[in-house]
């Protein structure tokens, strides 16, 4: 009896507690760097888009919202040929950041998304790709891959030997 | 008072408690959150005040769904019972020495008779919506209602034989020299409490409890069908407040502010505690509500009205 | 039986296979990379590793590859030995030094070998720093796609390309971690058999060229089992599709048919399903006006209606066709009525189908299957060139021509398993094989003697004779020469010395009299060995579902001409068929230019441009429908997608609703109903409602579809939301257990119950490569668990034979000199990319068409040379009244006097041209 008015009590005293709500609009949060936030697609550091089209985030999505189809360049290089991000399905989980074995899709701090109109909410490869390298600076996939793309030659990636000549004898 | 009288007074009230009853919506609200730490609704209009009339729009615009599987008619008919039964209390609350809609002998009897009524709202609303969770909530509802009906009625019969009469008016009016939480404290506090298991609100609400029967009787309502479920139950507790401010706490009287101002500070002090007791309290166990109204409130009263009964006997 | 004991547990298994095959078919998870159940072992890659114990009271064991070793009863092993485990670790490890970083832009991924049994085998983190050796690509032609980098040294590709399919120009190179596997020099892989390296290859060396222009994970393909429709041998297959079109067919194993392996035309024949080719709306011609207009469903059938009106009683032929599904021609048949339904094929082909179902019917020898033309230790080849009419045949028959001297391998006690040993043991030594046709065919290597080439009729005189030399009651060849008798009796001897003698011939040759003579010579080997069998090759994907239609009574299209041509017919309905290859332009120009005419096809021919209502089908991804193979298999195909508009429907369904408008029928039936309907009416079709082998579309395993999309399906709530937000509800398929959707029932458990008829992908724990296929085997390599897919419809029958008597005469030597008499027998040619109208959509196949996809002709150099001719002159040729002009090509394989006649069906050759094969063979006068 006395601990349930001892808990009233005290309840009441929260009358003048400070708050703790954040008025959101005219203030800000504070938003760490690695929020999951709006999804982008980032670029390496020489220009090219990250994204390889390895559809390993789009399975590894459990609400299954990103759809792609990947496509090569005459050169060789892997590219998305569409990249879709249904943000009306996302859950901003982050697997697919997880997943990504380029940093091509990297979530951001971003969280001010809302729309009146759910197709707005429908992001495509335009809306998703930015000019930079966003928060892992200084990596680009090509450059450690052993495929041969344009600019790159078989055996010019990191750690590689030249081609082996198949015709030569020694041993 | 003559029939226009009551023509122009009857939907006045009904007009002033429905914006008590929704303006305690967002009082509810703002209460839970300053109790919590957070601000409460505070964007639409002053203070927020306005966030009830959004709340009216949206729960007038959602779609009011009947599902297939229910018992159509008494579906449709069971959340209007809460509010009728509710409202015709009101008639007989003495909100000031002259205020009030009608005077009534019995008008201690006609409020218990009525609030028992309300509790077919909630059975009928259960077993309507032909869905496991509604019918749990409803059967929770009728067994709850029963268990502490008894002793809300014995826990009065103190105040009653103190004042002698059913009349509210006079029961205010014996409280001119002392309020009977004085005398009366023990009734005081289980009526209050028998009050909130009526009104089922927390930590009564087994009818509905989310955490187990996701929203118990009126899970499958929507649209101003929950709105009348919504409205009722604030209609309870203003009325329950009325009631206690009536029965124990001298009714209108008061010194320097106008009598019914007084009513009405009283009355929104309670209803400021029962929100208080929602900010703090948990829900019990179904069993443990049972035994705790069948075995402690029920004897509680009883000893409450001999010890009264005797008192008054030897004082005479 | 033998009992083995595996890390403590007694486990019964089969004698005489290997410990990794015995350790596989119990369900163990034995890494592997070079042993491949159709490739047997040659323990090149040490991955295998198990311990091996002496008895129980040896606790220390050895190490062996458990490929290598064979399986003994009492044998004492462990698997989950730390010794082994770490042993087979270090061989991944080592394995993986030099492959490259590249899983997330290489094809293989998420159905790597490679991927699984890393993982498998415990090597998790690479610890070397050491530099990757890397290698130049070649580019293998328009199928296959090389990336040497990613090589591990399992050599499976050269033993599959050189050993088991013949391959001449895939090779290894080098030596230590220079190894290479590749062409002498850049250019097309010259085996038809060359995308089965896709499967074969553990990693991503060898990858799909074609699926790598709308690449797709195995994770998000839809597949349903279907069978391939680009010839009549019904190999099964699994075509995948991902965003409404159809992205790559993958072999589907089925131990009685393909096995494990695909011809390149199955494989990559698939595209005229995504073409502009296809019929995509239904259209009707306004009088003289060309093109047709488009309309919506409704309105053509109203137009059929209107066209039709009164004309239905007895005025309405129906022309069935031997690339459509029974269930298809059963409800044109059921339409229009038996005594109006006439089979799409010529005359020669009809009259050889006949004679073929009569063979396989009445006659004592059964029909082979593909496993047991693998099986076979002695063949005959009549007249037909297998290798390009039905290249896993050949396949099959490169497997024969190993089975007698690896029986002869029991007395050096080298199991037939032991793959290098074996093939060494062997030195090149063949099965009797004996080849005789009019053109070389890519199966000449496997010739015990030099092929025997000669005209058609001297073919069949061959058959006879040496059916004449085993069973005396059986005709002889009275003017048969001393060469003729001597090859004859040779053959002969071999046959009767075989365990499992075959007879192969076929359509191709379009000469009754090699079939007769083959029947005939199957039927008297069957006295000496009665395990004999005779296989066939058939023009198209349903041509015995066709002709046993109604074989007694049916008629070719040429009587439908007749009747046209007589005022008996007022409309007619054409189903998936090109009537100008069967009755030639004219022809079918007459029978189309009725009041009424209806084509329904799934991609427009010029039968449908000269109807006046075309109607678009589904095509066999979009359908579900029965065909009947070569041997008289019944198998289901099955929807591996929804048509791409609402527009397209199965071809029966059309007739249905034009049945259902003329008011002669009931509702339209879903197809399983009507394939029941129809196996009901039919009895020679009775095994196709066998609900074992074809399960009704109520069948559930625990309340639950078979899902035809993986579980880890991608991209539900995004593919469409271009089109709308909402997104839509899957298909219902009410027609088939299989249900569009990842949610149902699958199990790789070995305890599964799904029939192998319905599997729709192959997954296991581990196992994300088609190797999850040991998971559904009985036994590594054996038949699928839960039951054989399509059933036989006809067995041998246990009469005594009836010969044909019927022998031709020796073709007349041809007239090379002479002004007069110019005479050049004209022969019908066919090439594995060319020969197949669907197959050409895909311009990678196209562009292996001989001659760049020109028609032309072949002869020898000697023939030319007597007519003046040098090779690429421009030969003009009379063939039955009309004047052809064709490139000329030198072909030393030729017979001599012989023009071997060439024409592509790519869909744009002159009309004329396209019926020109129904005329072979024939005397041609050369001009």
Redesign the interface.
């Known amino acids: 009896m006395l601990a349930l008015l001892r808990a009233l009590w005290l309840i009441l005293l929260h009358t003048f507690k400070k708050r703790v709500t954040v008025q959101y609009p005219e203030q800000k949060p504070y938003v760490p760097p690695r929020w999951r936030g709006r999804i982008i697609l980032s670029r390496d550091p020489d220009g090219g888009e990250r994204c390889v089209a390895c559809y390993l985030c789009a399975v590894a999505c459990p609400v299954d919202c990103i759809a792609l189809q990947a496509a090569e360049d005459e050169t060789g290089r892997r590219y998305p040929a569409s990249f879709r991000i249904n943000f009306s399905r996302c859950i901003f989980c982050g697997y697919c950041e997880e997943a990504c074995p380029t940093y091509a899709i990297q979530l951001t701090t971003d969280y001010e998304m809302g729309e009146y109109r759910r197709a707005n909410l429908v992001y495509e490869k335009e809306d998703l790709l930015i000019s930079g390298q966003g928060k892992y600076p200084g990596y680009n996939f090509y450059r450690v891959a052993g495929v041969e793309i344009g600019g790159k030659a078989k055996g010019e990636a990191e750690n590689e030997r030249p081609p082996v000549d198949v015709r030569g004898l020694l041993p | 008072m003559s029939t226009l009288q009551y023509i122009i007074l009857i939907p006045a009230l009904i007009f002033v408690l429905m914006s008590v009853a929704s303006g305690l919506i967002w009082v509810e609200r703002r209460l839970l ?7 409460g609704p505070n964007r639409v209009g002053p203070f927020g005040v306005l966030q009830v009339l959004a709340d009216i729009l949206k729960v007038f615009t959602k779609e009011d769904w009947v599902p297939p599987f229910a018992d159509k008619p008494v579906f449709i008919t069971a959340p209007a019972i809460i509010v009728v039964t509710v409202l015709i209390t009101f008639a007989v609350v003495p909100f000031g020495p002259r205020a009030g809609l009608a005077d009534l002998n019995i008008g201690l009897l006609f409020f218990l008779a009525m609030s028992s009524l309300g509790v077919y709202s909630v059975a009928l609303a259960g077993w309507a919506s032909d869905s496991k969770y509604s019918l749990l909530g409803g059967l929770r509802a009728s067994a709850q209602m029963i268990s502490y009906e008894v002793f809300m009625g014995l826990s009065l019969m103190g105040v009653v034989m103190l004042a002698g009469s059913f009349n509210l008016r006079t029961i205010v009016l014996a409280q001119r020299h002392m309020w009977n939480i004085v005398p009366q404290f023990l009734g005081f506090i289980i009526f209050m409490i028998a009050g909130i298991a009526e009104t089922h609100r927390l930590p009564f609400d087994l009818p509905e409890a989310e955490s187990e029967l996701v929203a118990g009787f009126h899970s499958e309502y929507s649209g101003m069908k929950f709105g009348m479920f919504f409205l009722g139950e604030y209609f309870g507790i203003t009325l329950i407040s009325a009631m206690m401010t009536t029965l124990f706490l001298g009714g209108w009287m008061g010194p320097v502010l106008p009598p019914i101002v007084w009513f009405a500070l009283k009355t929104f002090a309670f209803i400021c505690f029962f929100i ?2 929602r ?3 948990p829900r019990p166990r179904y069993d443990q509500l049972m035994s705790f109204g069948w075995k402690t409130m029920f004897p509680l009263s009883l000893v409450n009205l001999l010890v009264t009964g005797g008192i008054i006997l030897a004082a005479r | 039986m033998a009992t083995i004991y595996i890390d403590g547990k007694p486990y019964e298994t089969k004698d005489g296979i290997n410990l990794l095959d015995t350790c596989l078919s119990l369900g163990f998870d034995v890494p592997y990379f070079c042993w491949h159940p159709a490739l047997h072992s040659v323990g090149a890659c040490r991955q295998c590793a198990v311990k091996v114990f002496k008895d129980e009271k040896d606790t220390k064991g050895r190490i062996v590859m458990s490929c290598m070793t064979p399986v003994a009863d009492g044998m004492r092993l462990s698997i989950d030995d730390p010794e082994a485990i770490k042993f087979r670790a270090s061989v991944i490890e080592w394995l993986m030094l030099n492959h490259p970083h590249d899983c997330p832009v290489c094809d293989e991924g998420g159905e790597c070998h490679l991927q699984d049994m890393t993982l498998l085998a415990g090597h998790v983190y690479r610890r070397t720093t050491l530099k990757k050796r890397t290698h130049t690509n070649q580019d293998l032609g328009p199928f296959v796609n090389h990336e040497m980098n990613r090589c591990i040294q399992c050599y499976r590709c050269v033993r599959f390309y050189k050993d088991y399919a013949g391959g001449k120009d895939l090779d290894v190179f080098g030596c230590h971690d220079h190894v290479y596997f590749g062409r002498s020099r850049n250019g097309a892989l010259e085996s038809e058999f060359s995308g089965n390296l896709v499967e074969v290859c553990p990693t991503g060396v060898f990858t799909d060229k074609k699926f790598k222009k709308h690449y797709t994970r195995k994770w998000d393909l839809q597949a349903a089992p279907s069978v391939c429709v680009h010839c009549s041998l019904g190999c099964n297959t699994l075509p995948g599709e991902r965003y409404g079109t159809l992205r790559r067919i993958r072999n589907r194993y089925n131990q009685s048919v393909n096995g494990y392996f695909l011809c390149d035309r199955g494989r990559y024949g698939y595209e005229f399903v995504n073409s502009k080719i296809r019929m995509r709306a239904a259209s009707v011609k306004i009088k003289g006006a060309a093109p047709a207009d488009e309309v919506a469903p409704e309105l053509a059938i109203s137009e059929i209606r209107k066209k039709l009106n009164g004309t239905h009683e007895g005025g309405i032929i129906g022309i069935g066709s031997p690339r459509a599904s029974l269930e298809s021609n059963y409800a044109l048949r059921e339409l229009v009525g038996a005594e109006n339904f006439y089979h799409g094929v010529s005359d020669t082909v009809f009259n050889m189908m006949g004679e073929i179902v009569r063979i396989i019917k009445d006659g004592p020898v059964a029909a082979a299957s593909l496993e047991d033309v693998r099986e076979a230790d002695a063949v005959l080849v009549l007249g037909e060139d297998v290798s390009n009419t039905a290249p896993m045949l050949a396949l099959a028959l490169r497997q024969a021509s190993r089975n007698a001297p690896l029986a002869g391998l029991a007395k050096f006690k080298i199991p037939h398993w032991d793959d290098a040993a074996a093939r060494n043991a062997m030195q090149g030594e063949k099965s009797p094989f004996f080849i005789a046709s009019f053109t070389g065919t890519r199966i000449d290597d496997l010739a015990s003697e030099k092929p025997y080439r000669t005209a058609p009729d001297d073919i069949a005189r061959l058959g006879f004779l040496i059916a004449h030399e085993l069973a005396p009651e059986s005709p002889g060849v009275p003017d048969a020469g001393e060469e003729e008798k001597s090859l004859a009796r040779r053959i002969t001897v071999a046959l009767r010395n075989s365990k499992k003698p075959l007879v192969v011939c076929g359509t191709g040759p379009q000469s009754i009299h090699i079939l007769r003579a083959a029947a005939n010579a199957a039927w008297a080997i069957k006295q000496a060995v009665p395990d004999a069998r005779i296989a066939f090759s058939l023009p198209e994907c349903n041509s015995m579902g066709l002709a046993l239609m109604d074989f007694s009574s049916g008629r070719p299209v040429s009587e439908a001409l007749k009747r046209v041509q007589a005022g008996g017919a007022k409309a007619v309905i054409v189903i998936e068929n090109e009537l100008v290859e069967s009755i030639g332009k004219e022809g079918a120009e007459e029978i189309m230019s009725l009041p009424c005419s209806v084509a329904i096809d799934f991609i427009a021919t010029r039968t449908s441009q000269l109807a006046g209502v075309a109607l678009p089908a589904a095509s066999f991804a979009e359908s579900q429908g029965t065909f009947v193979n070569n041997e008289a298999r019944a198998q289901r195909f099955y929807k591996v997608m929804q048509p791409q508009n609402k527009n397209i429907q199965g071809a029966w369904r059309w007739l249905r609703e034009i049945e259902a408008a003329l008011g002669t029928a009931k509702q339209c039936p879903e197809i399983d109903a009507l394939t029941a309907e129809l196996a009901k009416k039919m009895p020679q079709f009775a095994p196709i409602a066998d609900r074992a082998y074809f399960p009704p579309p109520g069948f559930r395993i625990a309340g639950m579809k078979i899902p035809r999309q993986p579980y880890r399906y991608s991209g539900r709530t995004a593919m469409h939301t271009h089109i709308g937000m909402v997104e839509p509800k899957p298909p219902s398929d009410t027609g088939s257990a299989l249900s569009f959707s990842m949610e149902g029932f699958y199990d790789a458990s070995k305890k599964q119950k799904i029939p192998s008829a319905l599997l729709t992908h192959y997954w296991a724990p581990f196992w994300n490569s088609v190797q999850a296929l040991n998971k559904f085997q009985g036994g590594v390599g054996g038949p699928l668990l839960g039951g054989e897919s399509g059933k036989r419809l006809m067995g041998a029958s246990g009469s005594d034979p009836v010969y044909f008597t019927d022998i031709p005469e020796k073709q007349k030597a041809p007239g090379l000199s002479g002004a007069n008499n110019r005479g050049l027998f004209a022969v019908p040619l066919y090439h594995v990319f060319g020969s197949e109208r669907l197959s050409m959509e895909n311009p990678a196949v196209a562009s292996l068409c001989p001659e760049g996809g020109q028609p032309f002709i072949a002869a020898s150099p000697r023939t030319l040379s007597a007519l003046g001719l040098n090779k690429g002159d421009t030969m003009g040729l009379e063939i039955g009244g009309t004047v052809f002009e064709f490139k000329t090509v030198a072909d030393e394989e030729m017979a001599e006097g012989l023009a071997g006649v060439f024409v592509p069906e790519n869909g744009n050759i002159r009309a004329d041209l396209a019926g020109l094969y129904s005329k072979l063979p024939a005397w041609a006068r050369f001009l």
């Open positions: 959150g300053i109790w919590q730490d957070r601000l208080l007791l900010a703090t309290l």
